[in-house]
Antibody, heavy 117, light 110 residues
Framework: EVQLVESGGGLVQPGGSLRLSCAAS????????LHWVRQAPGKGLEWVSR????????SYADSVKDRFTISRDNAKNTLYLQMNSLRAGDTAVYYC??????????WGQGTLLTVSS | QSALTQPPSVSGSPGQSVTISCSGTISDVGSYNRVSWYQQPPGTAPKLMIYEVSYRPSGVPDRFSGSKSGNTASLTISGLQAEDEADYFC??????????FGTGTKVTVL
């Protein structure tokens, strides 16, 4: 069964850094593009970033460009999101999601990031 | 990139049909058929309901259907059931090689 398990969330002070991880299993990880999507408390979904299957191509939402970096380790079946210069507005549940020809067809359960002093 | 515009809420009685609109621009919805819809019950991760405007993944009931006209995509739920009560989000690929979600719509079954 396909599984995506996010980890690494927590409480960080404004201006701080954190790295999220998403461990994948149940499918051939290196064949799929992957995304990070976030959801602030009580708010809607916001697309954050995308990486292609071999990690050579990435894209970012304007709101996180130059602060966040998406990467992957296909040997470890793990997706990452390095987040720097964190702001209160980055507080959200962060989901990783798999992109297939059908769209974002599998999602993890999310990890909560809280940015607060 | 501004979020796609959805109505905050729609409601209907069991058995009725409801339609959720997703309004974008020529830079996203209007230029690409890469529009998907997701269902999100409270406290859960989103679930894919429609991809490429109008296709249903295996396991999604056929009472869910999608369409697009110009810069606006739509999701219709026919024969509304209590289990359909949830938040629904659209997402589109954009000309900037990014993606943008809709603002979200809460579906209430009366």
């Amino acid at each position: 069964e396909v599984q995506l398990v996010e980890s690494g969330g927590g409480l960080v002070q404004p201006g701080g850094s954190l790295r999220l991880s998403c461990a994948a299993s149940g499918f051939t990880f290196s064949n799929y593009w992957l995304h990070w999507v976030r959801q602030a408390p009580g708010k809607g979904l916001e697309w954050v970033s995308r990486i292609n299957s071999d990690g050579s191509n990435t894209s970012y939402a304007d709101s996180v460009k130059d602060r966040f970096t998406i990467s992957r380790d296909n040997a470890k079946n793990t997706l990452y999101l390095q987040m720097n210069s964190l702001r209160a507005g980055d507080t959200a549940v962060y989901y990783c999601a798999r992109q297939s020809k059908y769209g974002l067809d599998w999602w993890g359960q999310g990890t909560l990031l809280t940015v607060s002093s | 990139q501004s979020a796609l515009t959805q109505p905050p809420s729609v409601s209907g009685s069991p058995g009725q049909s409801v339609t959720i609109s997703c309004s974008g621009t020529i830079s996203d919805v209007g230029s690409y058929n890469r529009v998907s819809w997701y269902q999100q019950p409270p406290g859960t991760a989103p679930k894919l309901m429609i991809y490429e405007v109008s296709y249903r993944p295996s396991g999604v009931p056929d009472r869910f259907s999608g369409s697009k006209s110009g810069n606006t995509a739509s999701l219709t739920i026919s024969g509304l059931q209590a289990e359909d009560e949830a938040d629904y989000f659209c997402i589109s690929y954009t000309s900037s090689s990014t993606f943008v979600f809709g603002t979200g719509t809460k579906v209430t079954v009366l």
